[in-house]
């Protein structure tokens, strides 16, 4: 995969090249935002218990956040990304956790309803609308009983915005449109706005 694919029009194959460039130095990113992780899946499990679950984590990077989610502790612990680089960082870090190379748009692997919980941390943001809905589809497909997306929620400060535009993510129309696409898959829908510009979007099946 080369530098080119940094200008390709297709979606995916843009975020692979580039997730799969910055996977040597994620984890450092990974440890900086560790403690927020921490806070947000303490709010989490007051609102759905999280002991003895199965969970999902999409788009998992390097594993930060279905690492924090496996404290619990979980009964299974599965985490997958498209980026091989990060899947392979994510093993070495976090040996409780399965982790697989996955598209989150099809998640075949899984059947209907394996896990109690399927998540995604600072996915949905970066990717277009009908890709969104795609991966959201999947991921509702494989939940028994709740969706929970963390990401953005505020506003963003100005170094975020620049990298965002840097990673041409579509983080402006997630943050007016995110809640009424999760509404088209769940007819129970919470958004808690939980720690300095974090959200949790939570669709319950
Ligand atoms: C900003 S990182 C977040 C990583 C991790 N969830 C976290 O919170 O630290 C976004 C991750 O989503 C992955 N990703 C983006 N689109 C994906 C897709 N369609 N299927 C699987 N993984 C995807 C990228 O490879 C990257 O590792």
Not at 79 to 98: C, N, Y
Request: hydrophobic share 40%.
């Amino acid at each position: 995969m080369g530098f080119l694919h940094y200008f390709s029009g297709d979606e995916d194959r843009r975020a692979r090249f580039i997730f799969n460039l910055i996977a040597p130095v994620y984890g450092l990113i990974d440890h900086s935002i560790r403690d927020n992780y921490l806070a947000v899946t303490d709010e989490l499990n007051t609102i759905f218990p999280l002991k003895g679950r199965t969970v999902l984590d999409v788009g998992t990077g390097t594993g930060g956040w279905i690492s924090a989610l496996a404290r619990y502790p979980l009964k299974e612990a599965v985490g997958v990304d498209f980026s091989e680089k990060m899947i392979r960082q994510a093993r070495k870090k976090h040996p409780e956790v399965r982790f697989e190379v996955s598209d989150g748009k099809n998640l075949e692997m899984f059947p209907d309803g394996a896990f109690d919980l399927v998540t995604c941390s600072f996915v949905m943001h970066g990717m277009k609308r009908d890709l969104r809905e795609k991966v959201l589809k999947e991921m509702f497909r494989v939940a028994d009983k709740v969706v929970a997306v963390h990401d953005f929620s505020g506003s963003l400060s100005w170094p975020t915005r620049m990298l965002e535009r840097l990673e041409r993510s579509d983080y402006r129309n997630f943050l007016q449109t995110f809640g009424e696409e999760l509404s088209f898959f769940s007819g129970n829908v919470r958004v808690l706005n939980v720690r300095k510009g974090n959200g949790l979007y939570l669709g319950w099946k």
